[in-house]
Each structure stands twice: as structure tokens, then as C-alpha cells.
């Protein structure tokens, strides 16, 4: 089957649709009354990032900041504060910046197409189509790593996509894309889930898939991928001892000198309370010296940390 067997395509369309109907996660910006805020607050923290640890951080975030505007009026250090173990916190920084952009340059509103969206700080050509698409019903071309794993099975006869995006995969995905804009829509979500719930890196469940009949990989004998997916180290690694250090900052409630990172405080037979919690964790972890100085410099060069009276906080 070839993306010009249009036929073939709208079959294909027309059960992804169906199973994303009967089947689709019951998720907070998936709601018709989610706005186009908390939506691209969702698309940000999805980014590396399961669904299950976004929940909870997300409810907070629209408890806290239902609009952009209430973002922006706060110190960006609250967004990295309340950011939690999601990791990656400067996709909170980016989105606070785009808070600021939104209200100062587009009243208070998140734009409505995909140019626009992508003029806002630290939102790239994915988040900008994804927005586009789920929160104004744009016809875009939204393609993620799930995405990219089904077009390659199901259409490519791949078991994997290639490791980073190629501009081969982009024009697939622009010939899959149906012509309607309500479908394309719903298309892009369905395949996104698809690949989420079902047609998943490691284990696919090809039983429950719904195009499994029309898929490319079943029938040419499930081959194996051409390379082999590195996964993301964490212990022992710098993000280790960056996340560590951001988990004591986030509990600070005002600069914390340097010389307490470095050196773990006498051991009195008490337990730890406060921020000498995530401390304890942080000198469990026993880096080496110029593994920390790195963590804490690159905070501050990251813009996560800043000096003050001689300690580091979250930015203000």
C-alpha cells in the first residue's frame, strides 16, 4: 500500500477513527472545554515525559495559572518551583516565556495558527502543529515519536523510524494527512495514540491493533529494527546530580550557600526534615567534585539557578 492508494488510505482513516473513538484515554486536555492554554501547557510536558507523572503537574499548573497572563505575572522561578520531577525543567522556563510573549504580544490569547505559534519562545515546529491542530482544528502535520513509529510500520514495512526525523518522513506524514480539517485532526491523534497504547517501541500488541491487516511490518515478517535504540543512562550521570540539586532548590524557601552542596553537614541522630531531605539525597549520591561544580554552573548558565547574598535560588 502507498500513501496514493487513496482508497486504501481513507479505510485507514476511517478505522483508526472508529478506534480512537472506543478507545482513546480519558485525559484532562482532551476535553472540549480544555483551552488552548492548557493544552499547550500538556503538549510541553508531554515531551519526553510518560502521561502518568504529567497528571498530577498538570492539574496543578491549571489550578495555579488557568490563563497564560497568570503565568506571566509570577517570577519564572515558580514555574520551575512547582515544575516538580518532571525533569527537563527548562521546558518550564520556555513556558513561562511564552506566557510573557502571549500576554504581551498577542493580548493575553494563545495564537491561533501554526506561524504565530511558532514565534513563541521555546516552542518548536512539533508543539507549534500539535497546538495548531488540537486546540484551533488545523489541518498540520503533527508528527511525534509515536507518530513516526506507526507511519514506519504501517507504511514503511520498518520496525523502527529512523533515529532522528528525516525529511522523507515529513512528506509521508503530509500524504497520509487527510484532506478534511476535522479528520486530519482526529487522524493525527488517533495514530499518536496508536502508537502510545498499542503499536508501542517494545512489544507491540499487533492483536489489538485495528490496521493491523493493512500493516507493511506483519506482513513482510516483523523484521528487526536496523539499529539498536540507545536508552538514556540517569544514575551516575550529570542530569542525575542536576535533578538532585534542582529537587533542593525547589524546596528552598531562600538561597542556599554553595558550600552546603558541597559538603554534607554533620550527622547529629536526627532524621532529616526540610530542605535537608532532598540535601541528604543529593550527598547520597556521592559525585564527584567536579561532577556537582558542573551541575551547579550549568543551573546557572541554564538560567534554572541565580546567586543571591551568597547562595543559589530559583530564578526570580
Excluded at 9 to 33: G, M
Excluded at 116 to 124: A, H, K, Q
Excluded at 208 to 228: F, H, I, K, N
Amino acid at each position: 500500500m502507498t500513501p496514493k492508494n487513496t482508497g486504501h488510505l481513507s479505510l485507514l482513516h476511517e478505522a483508526l477513527d472508529q478506534w480512537f473513538d472506543a478507545n482513546a484515554r480519558d485525559l484532562p486536555w482532551r476535553e472540549p472545554d480544555c483551552s488552548p492554554w492548557g493544552i499547550l501547557v500538556s503538549e510541553v510536558m508531554l515531551q519526553q515525559t510518560p502521561v502518568v507523572r504529567v497528571l498530577p503537574v498538570w492539574r496543578d499548573w491549571m489550578e495555579r495559572w488557568p490563563t497564560p497572563v497568570d503565568l506571566a505575572s509570577q517570577p519564572s522561578g515558580d514555574a520551575v518551583r512547582h515544575w516538580g520531577r518532571l525533569g527537563y525543567p527548562r521546558r518550564a522556563l520556555r513556558l513561562h516565556a511564552a506566557a510573557v510573549a502571549i500576554r504581551d504580544q498577542h493580548k493575553g490569547e494563545v495564537p491561533d495558527n501554526y506561524a504565530e505559534l511558532l514565534g513563541l519562545p521555546g516552542v518548536g515546529s512539533y508543539t507549534a502543529a500539535a497546538v495548531a491542530a488540537f486546540a484551533f482544528g488545523r489541518r498540520e502535520t503533527v508528527v511525534d515519536t509515536n507518530i513516526r513509529r506507526v507511519h514506519a510500520r504501517l507504511i514503511s514495512g520498518q520496525a523502527l523510524p529512523a533515529p532522528a526525523l528525516t525529511a522523507a518522513e515529513m512528506r509521508l506524514a503530509e500524504a497520509l494527512l487527510p484532506e478534511d480539517r476535522g479528520l486530519s485532526v482526529r487522524w493525527n491523534a488517533s495514530a499518536m495514540e496508536l502508537g502510545a497504547m498499542v503499536c508501542t517501541a517494545r512489544n507491540p500488541k499487533c492483536v489489538d491493533c485495528p490496521v493491523r491487516a493493512s500493516c507493511a511490518w506483519l506482513a513482510a515478517g516483523e523484521p528487526p529494527p536496523s539499529y539498536t535504540p540507545k536508552g538514556q543512562a540517569w544514575h551516575g550521570t550529570d542530569r542525575q546530580v542536576r535533578g538532585a540539586v534542582m529537587a533542593v532548590l525547589r524546596e528552598a524557601a531562600g538561597p542556599v550557600p554553595r558550600e552546603m552542596f558541597e559538603q554534607a553537614p554533620a550527622d547529629l541522630g536526627f532524621a532529616p526534615s526540610g530542605i535537608g531531605v532532598p540535601l541528604a539525597a543529593l550527598h547520597r549520591l556521592n559525585s564527584a567534585p567536579e561532577q556537582l561544580e558542573r551541575a551547579l554552573d550549568g543551573l546557572l548558565k541554564d538560567g534554572l539557578a541565580e546567586m543571591h547574598d551568597g547562595g543559589l535560588r530559583l530564578p526570580a
